[in-house]
């Protein structure tokens, strides 16, 4: 398939050689262009890297997979999520480098960040919504997943590690919470550890734990700090990567209403 | 001259193979046993690392990190047995503000307050303010003489038992002393709803027939 010409401006458009400097009937070849070294230059590096990892073939079949007829917008749920943890993990790392997890510094360093960091309210601001977009991306990914029967046979594993996945997610929530350490952050992790504590046997060993001691203590939020910015989300990107080597795997199922043909059930991905 | 012994390159065994030392019966190959101490000693050098690091991320659960405190709230004549007085005690001095709670003390009255046989009463009642549903604060209400929780509608009555809403035990008490004239509070305990002492339970613990079996009293309190 021919596709159409960009409307580039004319002195960006391939200029054909001039006669005389085709290269043809003993003419002599055009000299390379700036512009042909740069393109040169950039397929030595690319031949270069990929002659010595061989990953061409590993990224044809991981980025142009062949994918059912039907495929929709619904299917870019799971996309989605996962660039939402990846926002999530730069504005994090970014509001890490203001802030100050100990008990009588936290809520300086917040206010801070909001009122007094260049461009801190938006950063801010984009992690604690970005963390309520992504949820609720996560649950509209599960949906889909739950609707099309995509858990079914043989992706039951990648449900498991999705449900996994869930917890996880909830659980940054749950640990990013009192960081901003106001009345409100503070007071809804005491509820939120009480709540820990009421499952029979190791919930009370459990609050314990969140709370490194029997009292909201000194380390109480520098636990929470590292378990917000160092173990969940180190646990959650292995596990996107194993989620996504089943998918790449694997492959998409096609929606419910498509009927099995006979021939032709794959197309190609264009 | 005699043929050399034969031997069967291919078998696992060493004197099969006729490796200098083998010998039969052998039970465990020396594949095996190199693939064994190789596992082993990658598994000791795995544990001497996530052993002491998960040691250091649990051991607060195992420690007691709420050391006994006297705290002076005043002096006698600042209580009575009729009404609760608000006291501010600091039950964790390192972390500031979110370390201070507020009390309400009252004079223990014999007639009024129930006891318990075996357990010596304290001189007097001084009640948490935590709710025992899931830990918000709850305020004495005098004209009512209950203690409201705000989250979830917890009702108490004048001695903290639960008179209404999700609250699973009284409101817990601290101990009380009276040192030269002045009022002093100590640690936290739980009551059941018979007023019996517990050590200090999380809020969301029951104490009552077989549930107390379900919350233990833990190493931290």
Not at chain 2, 204 to 213: C, E, F, I, R
Request: hydrophobic letters at 40%.
């Amino acid at each position: 398939m021919k596709l159409p010409a960009p409307p580039l401006p004319r002195a960006l458009r391939p200029t054909p050689p001039r006669p005389g400097e085709n290269g043809r009937d003993g003419a002599p070849a055009a000299k390379p262009t700036a512009k042909d070294q740069a393109v040169e230059g950039a397929a030595t590096v690319v031949g270069w890297l990929d002659e010595r990892t061989g990953s061409t073939p590993f990224l044809r079949g991981f980025l142009y997979r062949k994918v059912p007829k039907g495929t929709n917008w619904f299917y870019t749920l799971g996309s989605a999520t996962m660039f939402a943890f990846l926002s999530q993990a730069v504005t994090g790392v970014f509001l890490a480098m203001y802030y100050e997890p100990d008990p009588t510094r936290a809520y300086e360093s917040a206010a801070r960040i909001t009122n007094e960091v260049f461009l801190g309210e938006l950063v801010r601001g984009m992690h604690r919504w970005g963390s309520t977009v992504m949820i609720i991306l996560v649950f509209l990914h599960m949906g889909r997943t739950f609707f099309f029967g995509a858990y079914k046979y043989p992706r039951e594993l990648n449900w498991v590690i999705g449900v996994v996945l869930l917890v996880l997610t909830l659980a940054m929530g749950l640990t990013g919470y009192l960081l901003p350490f106001d009345q409100r952050s503070f007071w809804a992790t005491v509820v939120a550890v009480n709540i820990n504590s009421s499952g029979p046997i190791v919930g009370p060993y459990l609050a314990d734990f969140l709370r490194a001691g029997a009292e909201f203590g000194p380390t109480t939020i520098s636990r929470f700090y590292a378990l917000h910015m160092l173990a969940i989300p180190g646990l959650i990107a292995a596990l996107i990567g194993a989620h996504l080597y089943l998918v790449a795997k694997l492959g998409t199922t096609a929606p419910p209403w498509l009927k099995a043909e006979k021939k032709d059930l794959l197309t190609e991905e264009v | 001259m005699a043929d050399p012994p034969k031997f069967d390159k291919k078998s696992r065994y060493t004197a099969d193979r006729g490796i200098p030392g083998g010998f039969e019966g052998e039970t465990v190959t020396r594949r095996r046993l190199m693939e064994g101490g190789a596992q082993l000693a990658g598994g000791v050098a795995v544990a001497a690392i996530a052993l002491p690091g998960l040691g250091f991320a649990l051991g607060p659960v195992f420690e007691d990190t709420t050391p006994t405190r006297w705290q002076d709230v005043g002096t006698e004549d600042d209580f009575d047995d009729e009404s609760y007085v608000p006291r501010v005690i600091n039950l964790v001095p390192e972390v500031g503000d979110p370390g201070k709670t507020t009390v309400y003390l009252r004079r223990y009255d014999q007639r009024r307050d129930a006891s318990v046989e075996g357990q010596e009463p304290q001189p007097y009642v001084c009640i948490s303010t935590r709710c025992t549903h899931v830990g918000c604060p709850v305020r004495y209400i005098q004209a009512s003489q209950k203690f409201l929780c705000p989250c979830h509608g917890g009702v108490y009555g004048f001695e903290g038992q639960v008179e209404g809403g999700p609250p699973v035990r009284p409101l817990d008490r601290f101990y009380t002393r009276v040192t030269a004239g002045r009022v002093e509070v100590g640690d936290r305990f739980s009551v059941n709803s018979e007023f019996e002492r517990f050590s200090p339970r999380d809020p969301s613990n029951h104490l009552d027939g077989g549930w107390q079996y379900l919350y233990p009293s833990r190493p931290t309190t």
